[in-house]
């Protein structure tokens, strides 16, 4: 899924492009994109684009007469700009989800599954908006103590609280595993247990992660004309997707917690002491067998 930074880029580039020119149409290619029946999207033909936003994980864009369009696009849903008279690239079959035509250009929305999770909500006024904020705080705008505040206001693990958008606004599971690998902090610390040493750590961490990617993305989007590649998963990642592979600050092979479709990578010498996490995938199996040490890990795994 699109994260703070993936999303930041995004708004940057539609912003340069569409405020102050007109959406003219909007093609539906799939039912299930349009959430909301009034306003109709035709509603927001002929006005100008006023500004674009990010609100957690989605885009907003504003219209004259306070209207909002609010875009979320989910886990595989990515946005392809096309200036007048060209094609957009990969935007076409069936991943093509939605075609919006400005005076400017056009903005393909494409989901990359088969499975339609992407939503367009249309609204009208502040008030329809503000629904669609979770309560989450912008990590960009709090200090040190707003931060801990937050964080310690309940005891989840470290993992569930960067990714609650009631908690922090944007963060999700691959940015998080890089804050924390980061912060040097286990995803499963709880954060009552924290002390302030170690809540400086993991806010500091969470504000160098997050500007380092989209200072990264911007450099990307700016040598392409547009942000091509929006993935969770990237070669200079350092533990996010990297199961297997070898740390880069110590070298230890990254280790995962697996659940449903999602996982959590982390390097068991960097952030839990040496002490691999309970993957479910195998502890299952192993119950109190469950290794203490990665030498006892990799010896049950055969080595690999």
């Given at each position: 899924m699109p994260e703070l930074p993936d999303v930041t880029v995004y708004v940057e580039q539609?912003?340069?492009?569409?405020?102050?020119?007109?959406?003219?149409e909007?093609?539906?290619?799939?039912?299930?994109?349009?959430?909301?029946?009034?306003?109709?999207?035709?509603?927001?033909y002929g006005k100008r684009v006023t500004g674009v936003s990010r609100l957690g994980k989605r885009?907003?864009?504003?219209?004259?007469d306070d209207l909002y369009f609010v875009l979320h696009l989910?886990?595989?849903g990515r946005l392809r700009w096309a200036d007048p008279g060209a094609k957009a690239k990969n935007a076409g079959g069936k991943v093509l989800h939605a075609v919006f035509t400005f005076a400017s250009g056009t903005l393909h929305l494409v989901e990359m599954g088969p499975k339609k999770r992407a939503s367009l909500h249309v609204l009208r006024g502040a008030a329809g908006l503000a629904e669609h904020d979770r309560g989450g705080l912008e990590v960009f705008e709090i200090d040190l103590d707003t931060f801990g505040q937050r964080l310690r206001r309940k005891n989840h693990t470290l993992k569930r609280a960067l990714t609650d958008p009631r908690i922090f606004s944007g963060i999700g599971n691959a940015?998080?595993?890089?804050?924390l690998?980061?912060?040097?902090?286990?995803?499963?610390?709880?954060?009552q247990k924290m002390d302030d040493d170690q809540v400086e750590r993991l806010y500091q961490a969470t504000l160098r992660t997050l500007a380092s990617w989209?200072?990264?993305?911007?450099?990307?989007?700016?040598?392409?004309?547009?942000?091509e590649k929006v993935t969770a998963f990237r070669p200079d990642m350092a533990v996010h997707g990297k199961h297997g592979e070898?740390?880069?600050?110590?070298?230890?092979?990254?280790?995962?917690?697996?659940y449903a479709d999602r996982e959590t990578n982390y390097c068991a010498m960097c952030q839990t002491g040496g002490r691999p996490l309970a993957d479910r995938a195998l502890s299952r199996f192993l119950g109190k067998d469950w290794p203490k040490t990665l030498e006892e890990l990799e010896e049950r795994r055969g080595g690999r």
């Open positions: 539609l912003e340069r492009k569409l405020v102050g020119h007109p959406l003219q909007i093609k539906l290619r799939s039912v299930s994109l349009l959430r909301t029946y009034d306003p109709p999207h035709t509603a927001a885009i907003v864009f504003a219209f004259e989910m886990r595989l940015y998080s595993d890089e804050i690998h980061a912060a040097g902090l286990s995803p499963i610390l709880l954060s989209t200072d990264r993305l911007r450099d990307e989007a700016a040598a392409k004309g547009w942000l070898p740390c880069p600050v110590c070298g230890a092979k990254v280790q995962r917690i697996k």
